[in-house]
């Protein structure tokens, strides 16, 4: 609260408007191409991709301009301190969108589910869909014409086929990679810079492990399974929780890519290294939230 | 610890630079202050004027103006523009002109990100106003766009209200990061928090509560995002999901986000009861576990607005209790500004006036609340202009009677002028008596059965509701006067003091009048 140094306070920027511009295309973009997602001859994804370009031009220049200004020691200890916390807080935000999917998951499979199969105090009681049998995964959904259940569901097929079942293997990538992004952060701390970047790379590996082996999850739930978006609640939490998790991971992997390319370009000291340590939490966030996930998505 | 001021661009005398651009790049806490306070000025008279255009539906029974396609779109919209747009970047405006000089920091903790805070506002609400122009009109399934409303029934618009929803929810919970970051970080050597001025406390905890339910409310409308355009069942209950889960998502948002619009209310208040009283804010302590008492207890009463669906009665009972617990809190605080104002020597300007009638005003819709708390009770009370009564005393003369109140405090300390007191007292009495003449009556229509979100009413609503009509075209008009008020004050008012009002305490009323371009580059030290 109180060091000597001095607190930077960066003139005038044009980078906030550019963001707020590149947002403005997105939301137009976005809306008009999933608006137009039944008429093929649209062209409104061009804006999206304009969109996305100047997203990342703009973040791409406003990290530069950060890393440039910390090079120059304009930034005190105090400043730094407000990056952490602001860091902290976003992962905070984070958190509690995916505590919205969970809530989603919790109230379906602890009330509405079970009240739609006629269990509770006389609530909806069976009315709507007679015959309609409460279990999880739901696998025949109330109106199988409207929602088609799937065939089979992704949950934990006991510990004798423990091997043919990918998130066991998603979940050993994702909490070794916690133990190596560790390991290569110590290593920087000690100054030991080779460590560092094998580290580093290996965590990079069994990340994106992780999002192949996603990919081929999902894509034996669509071919073989007839599990999708449509097939009702089970397909429906699941894809959302697993999808944005997913999502993170694909996130929290390109900030460790470009934190890894900046670590062989020479970037980041002993003790100044935000940028790799505000990765790495991230990165400890999606594992922990993985760990949750495997246990209400997949297991119980 | 002393700040510099980079100044390698247009910023070469420490002050603004020329032209537009000042406001576009800015990163100065001042001018980022001063574009949320008018953005959401703006917006009071656009939400403004759809009410008014709502009372004129209604001054008469039968369909009169607007058809009811369009009526659901100008309530909708309403709604979503005065709580997005007006009440909370109000208070983010606020936040941002008062919180640095009220801790002794030079700035906001992340400048830039501050500007980018503001900027994405206009577009959000730029998008979501494009909506009425576009194929199928504007939202129109009420602020609270419950599915299948917003979903199954919804017009293809909702895909933008959906983003334009998203990119408010980014700006809240940048601007909070950003307030929460200053706070903890920045406040000048010497102020502990039991030190800290409360206003900024109740921004603390307002700005934690944004970051803890803005991300739920996204998560909500990618749900309904999903639903509607890529096969999913979250609120569909043929595939298993359910309608009221939806309820139970925006509420859990929802109910936590009626006291971010009044915390910040709560502390400007305590300010300026200090200040006219001429004596320290009583129970100061108890202010501040108030205030987060209340901000924990709102976590767990969002069903209260769901004890009509259908929930079991162990539901019911538990939220009817734990809503009754706010009451509490709530109790406290009132009780601490009347043993604020008792015995001290008071003076009457705008300011004060305004912020006693916010004590006695939000108090009569706390007792509505408690009312409508108690679970068998609100059967009758549910979708009634009782709950439309309730909610806009405390959000009238509540939330927006603080936020006037602040910025009659606060102005001669941004325009270096006085403003014209009899101008404002006029302005006091007649937005007094009008918020009065509008929302009291509709307790009687309420209680008598009217529902809420029509455009047409039974025959024997008819007098009350003209009469509210009356107050509420006085009401508007009467806001123009307060604009009017502001501009006299930055072009023509006299000039004011540093200290302003004879009683004011906190850093704010230490630097000069209008407050320099930076303040506090070298932090205050705080005994
Ligand atoms: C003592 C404190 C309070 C209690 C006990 C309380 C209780 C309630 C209850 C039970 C309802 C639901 C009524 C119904 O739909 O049947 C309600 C609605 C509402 N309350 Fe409160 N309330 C309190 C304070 C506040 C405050 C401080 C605000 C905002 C500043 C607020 C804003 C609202 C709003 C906006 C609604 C209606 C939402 C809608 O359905 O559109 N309330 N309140
Ligand atoms: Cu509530």
Redesign the interface.
């Known amino acids: 609260?109180?060091?000597?140094?001095?607190?930077?306070?960066?003139?005038?920027?044009?980078?906030?408007?550019w963001?707020?511009f590149g947002?403005?295309l997105?939301?137009?973009g976005?809306?008009y191409t999933?608006?137009d997602?039944d008429k093929p001859d649209s062209n409104s994804y061009w804006i999206l991709i304009a969109a996305f370009a100047v997203i990342f031009s703009v973040f791409f220049f406003?990290f530069g301009e950060v890393i440039k200004e910390n090079d120059k020691g304009?930034y005190?200890d105090?400043?730094n301190?407000?990056?952490v916390?602001?860091m902290q807080?976003?992962i905070?935000?984070?958190v509690?969108?995916f505590?919205?999917?969970f809530?989603?998951l919790g109230?379906?499979r602890i009330?509405?589910?079970p009240?739609?199969g006629g269990e509770?105090?006389k609530?909806?009681t069976n009315m709507?869909?007679p015959g309609f049998e409460a279990t999880w995964p739901?696998m025949q959904?109330?109106?199988q014409s409207?929602?088609q259940g799937p065939k089979e569901n992704m949950n934990f097929p006991g510990f004798a086929n423990v091997g043919h079942w990918l998130p066991f293997w998603n979940t050993l990538c994702l909490v070794t990679s916690s133990g190596t992004i560790t390991i290569a952060e110590h290593a920087l701390k000690k100054g030991n810079r080779t460590t560092f970047k094998f580290w580093m790379v290996m965590t990079l590996i069994l990340g994106f492990t992780f999002v192949y082996l996603q990919g081929l999850e999902y894509y034996e739930a669509y071919d073989h399974m007839g599990l999708?978006?449509?097939a009702?609640?089970?397909?429906?939490t699941f894809?959302?929780l697993t999808g944005f998790h997913g999502f993170h991971v694909c996130l929290g992997a390109i900030i460790l890519t470009i934190m890894t390319i900046r670590g062989f370009r020479g970037a980041f000291t002993k003790d100044d290294h935000f940028g790799l340590a505000a990765g790495s939490w991230y990165w400890h966030f999606v594992d922990v939230v993985w760990i949750l996930l495997v246990l209400v998505v997949y297991v119980f | 610890?002393?700040?510099?001021?980079?100044?390698?661009?247009?910023?070469h005398h420490h002050g603004p630079?020329k032209g537009i651009?000042?406001w576009?790049?800015?990163?100065?806490h001042k001018d980022i202050g001063t574009l949320y306070l008018w953005f959401s000025f703006l917006m009071l008279f656009l939400g403004g004027a759809m009410a008014m255009v709502i009372r004129a539906e209604l001054f008469e029974p039968g369909s009169q103006i607007v058809s009811p396609e369009f009526y659901n779109q100008m309530l909708t919209n309403h709604g979503l523009i005065m709580v997005f747009g007006a009440v909370m970047p109000a208070f983010v405006g606020l936040a941002n002109w008062i919180i640095p000089m009220q801790i002794g920091?030079?700035?906001m903790?992340?400048?830039?990100?501050n500007?980018?805070s503001f900027?994405?506002l206009p577009?959000?609400f730029?998008?979501l106003i494009s909506t009425f122009f576009m194929e199928g009109g504007g939202p129109n399934f009420g602020w609270t766009f419950y599915a299948p409303l917003s979903t199954t029934y919804a017009p293809?618009t909702v895909?933008?209200f959906i983003?334009?929803v998203?990119?408010m929810g980014?700006s809240s919970?940048m601007g909070?990061?950003?307030i929460?970051?200053t706070i903890?970080?920045?406040?000048?050597?010497?102020?502990t928090f039991m030190k800290m001025p409360l206003f900024t406390w109740t921004w603390l905890i307002t700005a934690y509560l944004l970051?803890?339910?803005?991300?739920?409310l996204?998560?909500?409308v990618?749900?309904m995002?999903?639903d509607i355009?890529?096969?999913?069942?979250?609120f569909?209950?043929?595939?298993?999901?359910?309608p009221?889960?939806f309820q139970?998502?925006f509420w859990?948002f929802g109910h936590p986000e009626v006291y971010i619009m009044i915390l910040p209310a709560f502390g400007i208040v305590s300010h300026i009861i200090e200040t006219f009283s001429r004596k320290p804010i009583f129970g100061y302590t108890s202010m501040v576990y108030a205030i987060a008492s209340i901000a924990i207890l709102s976590f767990i009463v969002w069903a209260h607005h769901m004890f009509t669906v259908?929930m079991?009665?162990a539901g019911e009972l538990f939220f009817m209790y734990t809503t009754m617990l706010i009451a509490i809190p709530t109790g406290v605080k009132v009780f601490n500004w009347l043993s604020t104002m008792f015995k001290g020597s008071i003076s009457f300007e705008t300011p004060m006036l305004f912020s006693i009638a916010f004590v006695a005003l939000f108090t009569i819709g706390g007792l509505s609340g408690l009312m409508l708390a108690i679970a068998p009770a609100d059967f009758q009370y549910h979708d009634t202009y009782f709950v439309v009564a309730h909610f806009h005393y405390v959000l009238v003369p509540g939330a927006i009677f603080g936020i006037i109140a602040g910025v009659y405090y606060w102005l001669p300390k941004w325009t270096g002028n006085m403003y014209d007191e009899v101008l404002g007292k006029t302005h006091f009495w007649m937005s007094f008596i009008s918020v009065n003449i509008t929302f009291f009556p509709m307790h009687f229509v309420g209680l008598a059965g009217m529902p809420r979100r029509i455009p047409d009413y039974a025959l024997q609503f008819a007098d009350f509701n003209m009469v509210i009509s009356i107050g509420a075209f006085i009401f508007g008009l009467t806001q123009l006067l307060f604009l009017f008020i502001i501009l006299k004050s930055i072009f023509a008012g006299k000039q004011a003091t540093s200290e302003v009002w004879e009683g004011a305490k906190g850093l704010e009323w230490t630097v000069a009048s209008p407050a320099p371009y930076?303040t506090f580059e070298t932090?205050p030290e705080v005994k």
């Open positions: 609260m109180s060091d000597q140094s001095s607190y930077f306070v960066p003139a005038s920027s044009r980078l906030p408007i963001m707020a947002l403005m997105f939301v137009l976005a809306g999933i608006n997602l406003w304009m005190s105090q400043l301190r407000s990056f916390m602001g807080w976003f905070f935000s984070e509690m969108f505590f919205a999917f809530l989603a109230y379906v009330f509405a589910v009240w739609l509770g105090e609530a909806i709507l869909w739901v959904t109330p109106d409207l929602f999708t978006l449509g009702g609640i089970y397909g429906t894809f959302l | 610890m002393s700040a510099v001021i980079d100044s390698h661009s247009d910023d630079a651009t000042r576009l790049y800015t990163t100065n920091a030079p700035d903790a992340l400048p830039r990100m500007n980018l900027w994405i577009v959000a730029g998008i293809p895909t933008f983003f334009a998203h990119i980014a919970i909070s990061i950003n929460i970051t903890l970080n920045m406040r000048a050597p010497g102020m970051i803890a339910v803005m991300p739920v996204a998560g909500a990618t749900m995002l999903m355009h890529f096969g999913t069942s979250f569909n209950a043929a595939g298993g999901g359910d009221v889960l139970h998502v859990f259908g079991p009665i930076h932090p």
